[in-house]
């Protein structure tokens, strides 16, 4: 089973950074696609960023562009979203994803992590 597993939510405020990391226990990053997913509160789950596999391209959604990067560590087989300047607005469950096509749509992935929350207070 493939289950990708988030961490480093957390409640930080205006301004503030936060690394998220996301695993897939006893797969190899490299055989997918992977891309970051968030929720606020009573609305759709959109696209944040993603990064193929093996490292190279990536792609965001406009309002992180310049304060969000995805990143992959090879030696830790782990995917990383640096956010930096975090806004309230960015105060939402963020979901890590993997799939086999490089797309911004959640139907682009096959495999969705539990979420971890990140909450920005102003």
């Known amino acids: 089973q493939v289950q990708p597993v988030e961490s480093g939510g957390g409640l930080v405020q205006t301004g503030d950074s936060l690394r998220l990391s996301c695993v897939v226990p006893?797969?190899?990053?490299?055989?997918?696609?992977m891309g970051w997913f968030r929720q606020a509160p009573g609305k759709e789950r959109k696209f944040v960023a993603r990064i193929n596999g093996w490292g190279g391209d990536t792609a965001y959604t406009d309002s992180v562009k310049g304060r969000f990067t995805i990143s992959n560590d090879f030696a830790r087989n782990t995917v990383y979203l640096q956010m930096n300047s975090l806004k309230p607005e960015d105060t939402a469950v963020y979901y890590c994803?993997?799939?086999?096509?490089?797309?911004?749509?959640?139907?682009?992935?096959?495999?969705w992590g539990q979420g971890t929350q990140v909450t920005v207070s102003s």
């Open positions: 994803a993997a799939g086999s096509r490089w797309s911004s749509s959640e139907q682009g992935y096959d495999y």
């Open positions: 006893g797969r190899s990053i490299t055989d997918y696609r």
